[in-house]
């Protein structure tokens, strides 16, 4: 056949194809396209608080989340951050990455929170370009990135790629008196109660969005709350609940740190003098009445999704950037350090495929979120990202039975010096899952790594990950001294 017949064949054929396409009603393609992805594409809400613990009665305050999130499906109670301050937690929770790779190490400008490298490289990586990209729309409201909306990077009309909505707030956590970016436009609030508290605004957006929503396309939506961060304003309504409460008496609680702590651990008076533990003491109830504003905010928009029959589609993912401390070895109030209270956070999530009622102990950090969410979403894992999927952990209807002790929280200080920690069981599991996290108590640190069953080469890859965690903390200790990385495993 000569080139010429085929060049009119082929035309031929197009043409065919082109007249069958246009002729044929275009609402059946889009019907069909949207039970496509209704039949594929699950919804996200996912709900980040911020500095909201769960050793310290974090959770006290969250009844609908508990009745709602947790009771219907799942509960990982061995949850942690690699590294507990906000904005390098949130930038490894929206990347996936490690602090060494994404290298947003602080709270500054300087540290790359949200500065210009960020904006330049990992920013359009993040888990809602990936969502956006696949057809997803992105919402999201509230706090995202500490030095967001600052003047020298944009300021608000800077509107982090991958997010179709954007209700970012300015700056750090406040109830009152911020400013909203919606969608590159500043956005003034004041001190009203009832048109500015924050949480109340994220959850009347969250709403609007839904109300308007066709659901034609799946959805992704992001709130994340300034509760239950400094300084913990509640709303009016509950600024008298929890008044007979006391931050809890742990074991450490106001005990002098040692001299194997480090340096920044032997700061200041100690044992905290009366005034400051009564001051701590607020803190913790007005901690706990912030969170009651969220949980109401969790409520309405489960009830509305259900209302709107997408519930059964959409999976709730409830957590904290970071967790916190309260009086432990002496330290007032704050996170940033490697401890127990302040690197485990809650975590629970439902959705589709995941067994109710369960709490599975299988170990995770917030690196793994992004991926999670993303093999969900069915969207491949970028190789970049450091976290693994927790797709087929959460999904099992049996807990992994992985057993992690720490204890930092519930020994005194002389026990801890004794105690010989260990991570007993599943050496295997252990092993998969690379480097996660580290909690230092006294000479001796829990590692959730790259442990080999053998000690000798659990020793040496416990040289490298201090050395690691130096790396990625460094911004926030100064001095993490090396010799508190040793570790006695057991196989
Ligand atoms: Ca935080």
Redesign the pocket.
């Known amino acids: 056949m000569e080139c010429r017949q085929i060049g009119y064949l082929f035309l031929g054929f197009a043409v065919f194809v082109s007249v069958m396409y246009w002729s044929s009603p275009s609402h059946i393609h889009s019907e069909l396209r949207a039970q496509y992805i209704k039949k594929n594409r699950p919804n996200f809400v996912f709900i980040l608080t ?2 909201q613990d769960v050793v310290l009665d974090g959770m006290l305050p969250m009844a609908n989340v508990r009745k709602l999130i947790a009771k219907e499906g799942l509960t990982l109670s061995n949850s942690f951050v690699a590294s507990p301050l ?1 904005c390098p ?1 949130r930038s490894s929770i929206l990347t996936g990455q490690y602090v060494h790779n994404h290298m947003a190490i602080n709270n500054s400008l300087s540290g790359q929170c949200s500065g210009t490298r960020w904006q330049m490289g990992p920013e359009k990586r993040t888990f809602a370009t990936h969502l956006h990209n696949y057809g997803y729309e992105t919402f999201f409201a509230g706090k995202y990135l500490n030095q967001y909306g600052h003047e020298k990077v944009g300021g608000v009309k800077h509107v982090p790629p991958g997010w179709d909505w954007w209700f970012g707030l300015k700056g750090n956590s406040r109830y009152y008196n911020y400013t909203l970016s919606v969608n590159g436009m500043a956005e003034e609030h004041g001190t009203d109660p009832d048109k500015d508290y924050l949480t109340k605004v994220i959850s009347e957006r969250a709403l609007e969005f839904l109300h308007k929503s066709s659901f034609e396309k799946p959805f992704f939506m992001m709130l994340s709350v300034p509760s239950a ?1 400094a300084p913990f304003t509640p709303e009016p309504k509950y600024s008298g609940n929890f008044s007979s409460l006391r931050a809890p008496r742990t074991e450490n609680f106001n005990i002098k740190a040692g001299e194997g702590k480090h340096w920044l651990m032997r700061q200041g008076v100690q044992p905290l003098p009366d005034d400051v533990v009564n001051k701590v003491d607020d803190v913790f109830r007005n901690r706990l009445r912030t969170l009651l504003t969220v949980d109401d905010m969790v409520k309405d928009v489960v009830e509305y999704l259900e209302v709107v029959d997408e519930l059964k589609n959409t999976y709730l993912i409830f957590t904290s ?2 967790g916190y401390h309260l009086g432990q070895f002496s330290q007032p109030l704050d ?1 940033r350090e490697p401890y127990e209270t302040d690197i485990r956070v809650p975590f629970t999530i439902r959705g589709p495929n995941i067994p109710s009622g369960m709490v599975n102990t299988f170990p995770t950090t917030n690196i793994d979120l992004a991926p999670t969410i993303l093999d969900l979403a069915g969207i491949r894992i970028p190789k970049y990202m450091d976290g693994v999927s927790l797709k087929s952990e959460i999904t099992k209807t049996k807990s992994t039975g992985v057993h992690v002790v720490l204890n930092s929280i519930s020994l005194s200080e002389e026990e801890l010096l004794k105690r010989e920690y260990q991570i007993p069981g599943y050496p295997q599991r252990v092993m998969r899952m690379r480097v996660e996290a580290i909690l230092c108590a006294e000479k001796t640190c829990v590692l959730f790594g790259e442990l080999e069953s053998s000690a000798f080469i659990a020793k040496l890859l416990i040289t490298n990950q201090c050395y690691r965690t130096r790396l990625f903390m460094m911004a926030i200790f100064i001095d993490l001294r090396f010799h508190h990385c040793g570790v006695r495993a057991k196989a």
């Open positions: 911020d500095d906000c937690s961060h950037d970071n996170k």
